[in-house]
């Protein structure tokens, strides 16, 4: 058996127990802390879909994150070649553009994704280095609390795999996209191109806002700034 196909199966035995998706022990626990500091109150439907206040973002979180981050978990390994998956896991760093972020929902789902493959290939003593995976995000949301509450989710998520995960750069972009892709373009470190870029669930808000094509254009522009080789989803 190839190690890349024994490793999706190990990692869906993690992911899925028993076949039902499900977040990992750190997201839930981050997320429940970031719910426990929110305040509650009544909302609009549009509000907990589009957060812009406290409630709304508390709301979003009990409704819409889990659901959201394990439908991009399950994307990725549905469309990301298990080999690719490998390999950039054993890089030891990943940098994420997240468009439409929400409180950094994608951006999460990717980075547990690649600390379980990290932590499989570490117990079977594959050639891993033993250093923490260092990861740069750039978010972009124009609702404020969307982008704070995002950096305290992925900040926490770090704390909370102690070693396992560290972060070199979170960039915070409020300007709507498209409008944000040339910062998103800054945010690439050094000239080198994003591993991943996500829109995810963020579809709906831009159709209000922009035509399919200018939408598609402009999602074209931000796939140019990935690096395709290691694969994106
Ligand atoms: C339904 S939420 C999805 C959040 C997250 N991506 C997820 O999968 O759960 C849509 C997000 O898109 C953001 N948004 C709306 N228009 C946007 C635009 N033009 N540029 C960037 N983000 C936008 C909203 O503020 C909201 O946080």
Not at 2 to 18: G, K, R, V
Request: one cysteine or more.
């Amino acid at each position: 058996m190839s190690t890349a196909y024994s490793l999706s199966n190990d990692l869906l035995n993690e992911l899925a127990p028993h076949g039902i998706w499900r977040m990992s022990r750190a997201v839930e626990g981050v997320v429940r802390d970031s719910i426990g500091n929110l305040p509650r109150g009544s909302v609009s439907n549009d509000e907990r879909r589009y957060p812009t206040t406290g409630e709304g973002m508390r709301a979003f979180l009990n409704a819409f994150f889990a659901r959201h981050f394990v439908q991009v978990q399950h994307t990725l390994l549905a469309s990301v070649a298990p080999p690719d998956l490998l390999s950039l896991a054993a890089t030891g760093q990943i940098s994420i553009a997240d468009v439409g972020s929400g409180p950094s929902v994608a951006a999460i789902a990717v980075i547990d994704l690649v600390a379980h493959i990290r932590r499989i290939l570490l117990e079977r003593s594959h050639s891993v280095e033993k250093r923490p995976l260092a990861v740069s995000i750039v978010l972009n949301d124009p609702s404020r609390i969307c982008l704070d509450t995002g950096e305290q989710i992925v900040i926490g998520y770090c704390r909370a795999l102690s070693g396992q995960v560290k972060v070199l750069r979170i960039t915070k972009v409020s300007e709507a996209f498209p409008w944000a892709l040339s910062r998103i373009r800054q945010g690439a470190s050094g000239g080198c191109r994003y591993d991943f870029s996500c829109l995810s669930y963020v579809l709906y808000p831009l159709l209000e806002q922009f035509s399919l094509g200018a939408i598609a254009e402009a999602a074209r522009a931000l796939a140019a700034l990935c690096n395709l080789e290691r694969g994106e989803p």
